[in-house]
T-cell receptor, first 114, second 113 residues
Framework: GDSVTQMEGPVTLSEEAFLTINCTYTATGYPSLFWYVQYPGEGLQLLLKATKADDKGSNKGFEATYRKETTSFHLEKGSVQVSDSAVYFCALSDRNTGGFKTIFGAGTRLFVKA | DAGVTQSPTHLIKTRGQHVTLRCSPISGHKSVSWYQQVLGQGPQFIFQYYEKEERGRGNFPDRFSARQFPNYSSELNVNALLLGDSALYLC????????????FGQGTRLTVV
């Protein structure tokens, strides 16, 4: 079945450091890929998405490219801020008998130190 | 515009009891999906409803059921509660059934004692 694997956390970085959170997936179809973010005390928010191979999703300085050949969707940011401290979830949405199901990874907690 | 609203925000139940959780999607959204998020893990897909019909089901026992009403709001029901059902239950709505733009509510924290 479909699955998402992302790097374990926590990841601790200093402000202005480069961020990479790895994500790989397995899917039977042609899924859409997402990164969601959960800030402390808040709900899940869509950060960025890509709906087909080679698409690049970007938002708030974060970006990820849909790589079908490596089944990956790694999240990157060139210079992190303290306010980026949160839990990041990689996810895919794939067809599921008349509808769609969204499968999430386990999440990666990011701490950014000033 | 109001976002996705869920009620109640917190709930404590005893093993063996039944619980009903409610979700109101964003106005105009016809798809509602339910997820269970156990502490420290990612959300697990339970159901998707679109146009009042079940369109997807995850690997959850038959104790879990749901429905969607004509106004597109939704209820998640869990019977014969177990301690392991303690989790954050999330509802997400989207315009269509593809879930390419899903918006999540704040969740209902269920504790089973």
């Amino acid at each position: 079945g479909d699955s998402v694997t992302q790097m374990e956390g926590p990841v601790t970085l200093s402000e202005e450091a480069f961020l990479t959170i790895n994500c790989t997936y397995t899917a039977t179809g042609y899924p859409s890929l997402f990164w969601y973010v959960q800030y402390p005390g808040e709900g899940l928010q869509l950060l960025l998405k890509a709906t087909k191979a080679d698409d690049k999703g970007s938002n708030k300085g974060f970006e990820a490219t849909y790589r079908k050949e490596t089944t990956s969707f790694h999240l990157e940011k060139g210079s992190v801020q303290v306010s980026d401290s949160a839990v990041y979830f990689c996810a895919l949405s794939d067809r599921n008998t008349g509808g769609f199901k969204t499968i999430f990874g386990a999440g990666t907690r990011l701490f950014v130190k000033a | 515009d109001a976002g996705v609203t869920q009620s109640p925000t917190h709930l404590i139940k005893t093993r063996g009891q039944h619980v009903t959780l409610r979700c109101s999607p964003i106005s105009g959204h016809k798809s509602v999906s339910w997820y269970q998020q156990v502490l420290g893990q990612g959300p697990q897909f339970i159901f998707q409803y679109y146009e009042k019909e079940e369109r997807g089901r995850g690997n959850f026992p038959d104790r879990f059921s749901a429905r969607q009403f004509p106004n597109y709001s939704s209820e998640l029901n869990v019977n014969a509660l177990l301690l392991g059902d303690s989790a954050l239950y999330l509802c997400a709505s989207s315009l269509d059934r593809s879930n390419t733009e899903a918006f999540f509510g704040q969740g209902t924290r269920l504790t089973v004692v």
